[in-house]
């Protein structure tokens, strides 16, 4: 028998080859191939609000960070994603130390923190107060030197380059690469000079592929949007 398992990049859809050969006892030697068809998931199973009419494109992207505990839903009943909706930075740096940071860093103790970020009593301040703290001491966030500003929507261009700090940061780098460059979009220019190389190496890496040949950097970037660009880092 044959056991194992099979890593795809995010987005992939299509038929996977594998050649295999197995040995018997008595019968000698077997080759062959198995071939697995991956299809592209269509609508979440977890939120009602990310379907296939609306938000295809995010499903697989939003149901891999949901299984992964990466993210959760934004009601009581955890059924809804709310896709459209910009991110706050609390949120984003949330998404960011469950998925790169906690599993060597949970146990960290904080000992200095943002003036604005309290550690309060309930998990989510707790759990907050923990990830922007470690974001804090490892030098992947400075805030505005004394506040985090939890609240406030993160754009685009500063959610990329907290990814690729955090990337720096954790020693992680990407093996996917993507034909594409800074010169294949015309806003490129636009981008503040801080996240200009996190974003050329997000594009050299195929995290980001824009819409319509812009990036948007001062744009909010969405919910919906967050979670295909970190299930791209977490997968290339």
């Known amino acids: 028998?044959?056991?194992?398992?099979?890593?795809?990049?995010?987005?992939?859809?299509?038929?996977?080859?594998?050649?295999?050969?197995?040995?018997?006892?008595?019968?000698?030697?077997?080759?062959?191939?198995?071939?697995?068809?991956?299809?592209?998931?269509t609508k979440s199973i977890y939120f009602n609000d990310v379907t296939a009419s609306s938000y295809s494109w995010a499903s697989d992207a939003v149901d891999f960070l949901r299984y992964n505990?990466?993210?959760?839903?934004?009601?009581?009943?955890?059924?809804?994603?709310?896709?459209?909706?910009?991110?706050?930075?609390?949120?984003?740096?949330?998404?960011l130390y469950r998925a790169f940071l906690e599993e060597d860093y949970g146990d960290y103790k904080v000992t200095s923190n943002f003036a604005d970020?309290?550690?309060g009593t309930s998990d989510y301040s707790k759990e907050l107060y923990q990830a922007v703290g470690v974001a804090k001491y490892l030098g992947i966030t400075n805030g505005d030197g004394t506040n985090y500003n939890p609240n406030k929507n993160i754009t685009r261009e500063e959610a990329m380059a907290l990814i690729y700090r955090t990337l720096n940061e954790m020693d992680i780098d990407l093996e996917y690469t993507s034909t594409k460059d800074t010169g294949?979009?015309?806003?490129?220019?636009?981008?503040?000079?801080?996240a200009k190389d996190p974003?050329?190496?997000?594009?050299?890496?195929?995290?980001v592929v824009g819409d319509s040949g812009k990036i948007n950097p001062k744009s909010n970037i969405t919910r919906a949007e967050m979670a295909v660009i970190l299930h791209r880092v977490l997968t290339y």
């Open 1 to 41: 028998f044959l056991t194992g398992q099979l890593y795809v990049t995010a987005g992939f859809s299509g038929t996977v080859k594998i050649s295999y050969t197995a040995y018997g006892e008595k019968n000698g030697t077997y080759k062959g191939t198995l071939s697995l068809k991956v299809s592209t998931k």
């Open 69 to 95: 505990n990466v993210v959760n839903g934004t009601n009581n009943a955890n059924t809804q994603y709310s896709p459209k909706n910009s991110i706050t930075r609390a949120h984003f740096m949330l998404m």
């Open 117 to 119: 970020i309290s550690k």
């Open 184 to 194: 294949d979009f015309s806003d490129y220019s636009k981008v503040s000079s801080y």
């Open 199 to 207: 974003i050329k190496y997000l594009i050299e890496h195929g995290v």
